[in-house]
T-cell receptor, first 118, second 114 residues
Framework: AQTVTQSQPEMSVQEAETVTLSCTYD???????LFWYKQPPSRQMILVIR??????QNATENRFSVNFQKAAKSFSLKISDSQLGDAAMYFC???????????????FGQGTILTVHP | NAGVTQTPKFQVLKTGQSMTLQCAQD?????MYWYRQDPGMGLRLIYY???????DKGEVPNGYNVSRLNKREFSLRLESAAPSQTSVYFC?????????????FGNGTRLTVT
């Protein structure tokens, strides 16, 4: 079974600065998808960014980008020009593409609470 | 555009009581999921339904049952609530299985069992 680990329970950043959230995963599969979700205090789960494992190019969405290191099984999220609205819990998630019981489901990490200081 | 709708938003139960969490999606998605969120543990899969008429156990199914009533609706039932089931519950749906289509989540139900 796949596992996802977020080793930083909490992180903080100054407004307008850059912060990187770490995520590692364990899998024997070669093809899969990785996601970062944001959960603000409203409890809503919001997709931030996604990455296909077969793509070498790192995904980017405005101020959010990832550093995908397939060999190292690492998938970090970089937030540039941090804003107060970025304060939230961030979850890294893995999705298998192979058959069997794990097909299609998301496996989540433990989450990282991000605080943004004005 | 409603997306995924969960009811209720909050619920308090006494140990041994039963209840059903309702979930409906209007995106014509085949797959639906129930997760629970506990501090320090992220979201863990309780049950999922890959398509109408099928359900499968996830990582933490004990104490729960599910029903995929039709393509839109996927309910989660607690037959005899226990304090260990105090959690925030999320329903989600997704498009093609195994693709990069993300999960779309409801707004969650905060359940407290006393």
């Amino acid at each position: 079974a796949q596992t996802v680990t977020q080793s930083q329970p909490e992180m903080s950043v100054q407004e307008a600065e850059t912060v990187t959230l770490s995520c590692t995963y364990d899998t024997s599969e070669s093809d899969y998808y990785l996601f970062w979700y944001k959960q603000p205090p409203s409890r809503q789960m919001i997709l931030v960014i996604r990455q296909e494992a077969y793509k070498q190019q790192n995904a980017t969405e405005n101020r959010f980008s990832v550093n995908f290191q397939k060999a190292a099984k690492s998938f970090s999220l970089k937030i540039s020009d941090s804003q107060l609205g970025d304060a939230a819990m961030y979850f890294c998630a893995y999705r298998s593409t192979s058959g069997g019981t794990s097909y299609g489901k998301l496996t989540f990490g433990q989450g990282t609470i991000l605080t943004v200081h004005p | 555009n409603a997306g995924v709708t969960q009811t209720p938003k909050f619920q308090v139960l006494k140990t041994g009581q039963s209840m059903t969490l309702q979930c409906a999606q209007d995106m014509n998605h085949n797959s639906m999921y129930w997760y629970r969120q506990d501090p320090g543990m992220g979201l863990r899969l309780i049950y999922y339904s890959a398509s109408e008429g099928t359900t499968d156990k996830g990582e933490v199914p004990n104490g729960y049952n599910v029903s995929r009533l039709n393509k839109r609706e996927f309910s989660l039932r607690l037959e005899s609530a226990a304090p260990s089931q105090t959690s925030v519950y999320f329903c989600a749906s997704s498009g093609p299985r195994g693709g990069n289509s993300p999960l779309h989540f409801g707004n969650g139900t905060r359940l407290t069992v006393t």
